[in-house]
């Protein structure tokens, strides 16, 4: 077939891929996007952050009729768990979404591809099209946004079925009676809280003698406690050297990360989340000179530019947090990059959540990094049992941090565990966009009552003179 011109041909049709994609064509390029899935939207929108959402939240609604009405006055009998249903509304959801991502592209007039695309030099991409054949698209510019895949653990072979990914843990057919889940990061920890809301019980096995690496310390060990009363358990410098499920169940085997004696757990399901990393398989960057780094990553410059003049990356193949909204926002200011516009991300100013009950979300940087910086600073806490609303709908678990300049009382981080933080986080993040101090936030007004009182009040605290502690 012969050759098509186009201004920016996308590999990858994920968060990052298919917001620069759209992007640029607003911008008035003409655009094609490759994606090897049959639906559009990337890990994100088909076995990650929605799927997992949905289950997340249907899984609280049920532990709430359960176990949290009767106390407000709300007598409910004959509650039962229909995991088809919940599985069946799961999947609606992720299909509303990415219908969504394939009518904005047609909107767009975006060009789609369903197949593999592979660099054949800095302005061809080949693409292997998922019914047959091929087709070699001639473009200006080539953005690599191949996201990331599921990192694996050696000795413990995932099957979707007994040991599994978090795309298994999305559709797991019955609620395992034991569910282990080796890895105390965010996605661990999500989906081990739905299945222990429907009844399994949950152990989380987890390397180093704490879980979330890389939050906030104080935080990491208030999410444990709330969990802990969930009824999770955690077995905290372990790790796992193999996994037998030739049986009915499976049979881990653990021992002390230090080293130690070996011992075996039984449980139904292995939940293997010890992270994700880089997926380039197929991509031809040797081809076109340009070499991973020592993380499988894409090398950038500061404007996400690769090695060859032409090719960009973003997203979860190149450095930085792998959060869909960072990869959105990666591929919305690349796609003006390369139209001659100017662009920035604050890297400092990314939020990150985790969608447990109550949540948590962090944005800017923690007490350990500020120390290990010799940064001098103030902290401003407030506890959710003092917030009125927090009151009113019975979730008063956890605080509002915030870390500030010792000498200006600039925001250098927010830190909060509380019901809905994923959404109180946000006037932080702007804040922090905007070289705000705490002594900004303190002197907004809040509405009342509302959560983000909590906000205000930790920023008082900075100075010393919260209100309602």
């Known amino acids: 077939m012969a050759e098509e011109t186009f201004d920016l041909v996308v590999i990858g049709g994920g968060p990052g891929g298919y917001v620069a994609a759209i992007r640029a064509a607003q911008l008035g390029m003409r655009v094609a996007c490759v994606e090897k899935d049959a639906t559009l939207g990337g890990t994100c929108v088909n076995v990650g952050c929605i799927p997992s959402k949905a289950l997340l939240d249907s899984s609280e609604k049920f532990h709430e009729a359960v176990h949290g009405l009767a106390r407000r006055g709300v007598k409910v009998s004959g509650v039962e768990l229909d995991l088809p249903a919940m599985m069946a509304w799961k999947d609606k959801v992720v299909a509303e979404n990415t219908r969504g991502v394939d009518f904005l592209f047609k909107k767009n007039k975006i060009e789609r591809l369903r197949g593999v695309g592979t660099i054949a030099a800095a302005d061809r991409v080949v693409a292997r099209l998922a019914d047959g054949g091929e087709r070699t698209l001639a473009t200006r510019n080539i953005l690599i946004a191949t996201g990331s895949e599921v990192m694996t653990l050696p000795g413990v072979a995932i099957d979707e079925k007994r040991v599994v990914s978090s795309t298994g843990a999305l559709s797991l057919s019955a609620v395992p009676r034991h569910l282990v889940v080796v890895g105390g990061g965010y996605i661990g920890l999500e989906m081990g809280s739905v299945w222990r809301r429907l009844g399994a019980e949950v152990t989380v096995v987890e390397y180093l003698d704490r879980i979330t690496p890389g939050m906030d310390l104080e935080v990491a060990k208030g999410l444990q406690r709330v969990l802990g009363k969930l009824g999770m358990k955690f077995r905290l410098g372990t790790k796992v050297t193999a996994a037998d499920a030739a049986g009915e169940g499976v049979r881990l085997t653990v021992e002390p ?14 939940l293997v989340a010890i992270g994700r990393r880089a997926y380039t398989a197929g991509l031809g960057l040797e081809a076109v000179g340009i070499v991973p780094d020592a993380r499988g990553r894409v090398p950038i410059d500061e404007h996400f530019r690769t090695s060859v003049p032409g090719i960009w990356a973003i997203g979860d193949v190149v450095r930085g947090p792998m959060l869909a909204h960072k990869a959105e926002d990666e591929g919305a200011v690349c796609a003006e990059i390369i139209a001659g516009q100017s662009g920035h991300i604050d890297y ?9 009950w109550p949540e948590v979300a962090t944005v800017g940087k923690n007490e350990e990094e500020l120390k290990a910086a010799g940064v001098a600073y103030k902290v401003g806490k407030f506890p959710m049992t003092a917030n009125g609303r927090a009151r009113c709908v019975g979730d008063t678990d956890g605080f509002v941090k915030i870390l500030a300049d010792a000498r200006t009382e600039k925001i250098l981080g927010v830190h909060i565990i509380a019901a809905d933080a994923g959404t109180m986080i946000a006037e932080c993040v702007l804040a922090m966009e905007y070289g705000a101090s705490a002594e900004d936030i303190a002197r907004t007004c809040h509405a009342h009552p509302t959560l983000n009182e909590a906000v205000k009040e930790a920023a008082l605290a900075v100075d010393g003179r919260a209100l309602h502690i």
Do not use: F, K, L, S
Request: aromatic share 4%.
């Open 257 to 270: 990360a230090a080293g130690g004696t070996a011992e075996t757990i039984a449980c139904d399901v292995v």
């Open 348 to 356: 400092d100013a990314i939020p990150g959540v985790v969608y447990t």
